[in-house]
């Protein structure tokens, strides 16, 4: 397959697809060389630098096409000459001594291999960086460590500009509330009573703008039966994540978040969906805001009680404590939580 192939077409190849396909691979690797946003060689191994030098090329050259390479991003990568490339690549400067991380817990529940001790004062140019956890995930430019270039570093021990701005840390604004429409499960054509996943996930994908499949019914119906054609469960978070990438969209799903992160995942306009006992069987909804004391939730099966759930009470825009996420979503630490995006 070659960049031109995808030209005038519907064709869309996530990174596996690109991994696969070693002409693709290298042609790709070859213009993001040309362009400045990755370095030699050309090796055909379409690994995580490639990836994020792939995902900074669509991202400064506006091509909307996040997470899947398509007509758009292809006819870009043929055209595009380095001049037109808008801005020089993000600046990650060490402000404290510190360690690379291969994962991001701390330091030690990690091996030896799995982290390299950083200096403070140290730069590096960046391919691309976010925000995880109370960590900083960077894809180095041209640097690697113990054979890899993606690393974690806790947040507070980094900083990251661009031409003298601040990119990271952003200081968050105090609360949030993101205008999304809210959908109630309770009016489903398909199982009301248990189908707070697809709708959760319709709220999010409607919000980013999402084009639907079909003009029948209600989106939360066309997903629920888009799970069952493709053989996806709607209670396994792994599979309500390909339906998000399925529709074009991200979902970085995550069984150890922390509170902040879905903080800062607000403050950056993007929802996320969580996952917590609500229920017995457990229920799952999106958070689409946030202030000092709790999270603004689209709850889709109305108002949560400690008795159970009121459902001729509206779900839109409840507010929900920060003990009581914690108490019915973390119980044991863990947070599950899908963090979508474009």
Same mark, same amino acid.
């Given at each position: 397959?070659?960049?031109?192939?995808?030209?005038?077409?519907?064709?869309?190849?996530?990174?596996?697809?690109?991994?696969?396909?070693?002409?693709?691979?290298?042609?790709?690797?070859?213009?993001?060389?040309?362009?400045?946003?990755?370095?030699?060689?050309?090796?055909?191994?379409?690994?995580?630098?490639?990836?994020?030098?792939?995902?900074?090329?669509?991202?400064?050259?506006?091509?909307?096409?996040?997470?899947?390479?398509?007509?758009?991003?292809?006819?870009?990568?043929?055209? =595009?000459?380095? *001049?037109?490339?808008?801005? /020089?690549? %993000?600046?990650?400067?060490? +402000?404290?001594?510190? !360690?690379?991380?291969?994962?991001?817990?701390?330091?030690?529940?990690?091996?030896?291999?799995?982290?390299?001790?950083?200096?403070?004062?140290?730069?590096?140019?960046?391919?691309?960086?976010?925000?995880?956890?109370?960590?900083?995930?960077?894809?180095?430019?041209?640097?690697?460590?113990?054979?890899?270039?993606?690393?974690?570093?806790?947040?507070?021990?980094?900083?990251? =500009?661009?031409? *003298?701005?601040?990119?990271? /840390?952003? %200081?968050?604004?105090?609360? +949030?509330?993101?205008? !999304?429409?809210?959908?109630?499960?309770?009016?489903?054509?398909?199982?009301?009573?248990?189908?707070?996943?697809?709708?959760?996930?319709?709220?999010?994908?409607?919000?980013?703008?999402?084009?639907?499949?079909?003009?029948?019914?209600?989106?939360?119906?066309?997903?629920?039966?888009?799970?069952?054609?493709?053989?996806?469960?709607?209670?396994?978070?792994?599979?309500?994540?390909?339906?998000?990438?399925?529709?074009?969209?991200?979902?970085?799903?995550?069984?150890?978040?922390?509170?902040?992160?879905?903080?800062?995942?607000?403050?950056?306009?993007?929802?996320?969906?969580?996952?917590?006992?609500?229920?017995?069987?457990?229920?799952?909804?999106?958070?689409?805001?946030?202030?000092?004391?709790?999270?603004?939730?689209?709850?889709?099966?109305?108002?949560?009680?400690?008795?159970?759930?009121?459902?001729?009470?509206?779900?839109?825009?409840?507010?929900?404590?920060?003990?009581?996420?914690?108490?019915?979503?973390?119980?044991?630490?863990?947070?599950?939580?899908?963090?979508?995006?474009?």
């Amino acid at each position: 397959m070659r960049l031109q192939d995808f030209l005038k077409t519907n064709r869309r190849y996530d990174v596996r697809a690109i991994a696969a396909d070693d002409d693709l691979s290298r042609q790709i690797q070859a213009r993001l060389i040309d362009l400045g946003l990755l370095n030699p060689p050309v090796d055909g191994i379409f690994g995580p630098r490639s990836t994020a030098a792939l995902h900074r090329f669509q991202t400064l050259m506006k091509c909307g096409e996040s997470g899947f390479l398509g007509a758009v991003t292809a006819k870009k990568l043929i055209e =595009t000459k380095r *001049g037109e490339i808008p801005v /020089p690549p %993000p600046v990650l400067k060490i +402000v404290k001594d510190t !360690v690379l991380k291969a994962r991001p817990l701390a330091s030690s529940q990690l091996s030896t291999a799995e982290k390299v001790s950083m200096p403070a004062g140290r730069e590096f140019e960046l391919l691309a960086f976010a925000p995880i956890r109370g960590h900083l995930r960077v894809a180095f430019r041209s640097d690697s460590f113990n054979g890899s270039s993606i690393w974690y570093i806790f947040g507070t021990h980094a900083q990251v =500009t661009l031409e *003298g701005t601040l990119l990271y /840390p952003k %200081p968050n604004p105090p609360t +949030v509330r993101l205008n !999304v429409r809210y959908l109630s499960q309770l009016d489903n054509y398909f199982n009301p009573t248990g189908s707070c996943n697809v709708t959760s996930i319709a709220m999010c994908l409607q919000f980013l703008g999402a084009t639907r499949r079909t003009k029948v019914g209600q989106f939360e119906d066309e997903l629920y039966e888009y799970a069952i054609d493709k053989g996806y469960s709607r209670w396994n978070p792994y599979d309500l994540a390909k339906i998000v990438r399925d529709y074009g969209y991200q979902d970085y799903y995550t069984e150890n978040a922390i509170i902040e992160d879905v903080q800062d995942w607000l403050a950056s306009g993007n929802p996320a969906v969580i996952h917590g006992y609500f229920t017995s069987f457990g229920h799952i909804m999106p958070v689409v805001g946030y202030d000092s004391d709790g999270f603004f939730v689209h709850d889709p099966y109305g108002e949560w009680f400690e008795g159970g759930y009121r459902n001729d009470l509206s779900g839109e825009y409840l507010h929900y404590s920060y003990r009581l996420i914690r108490n019915v979503c973390m119980p044991d630490g863990d947070f599950w939580v899908h963090f979508i995006s474009k």
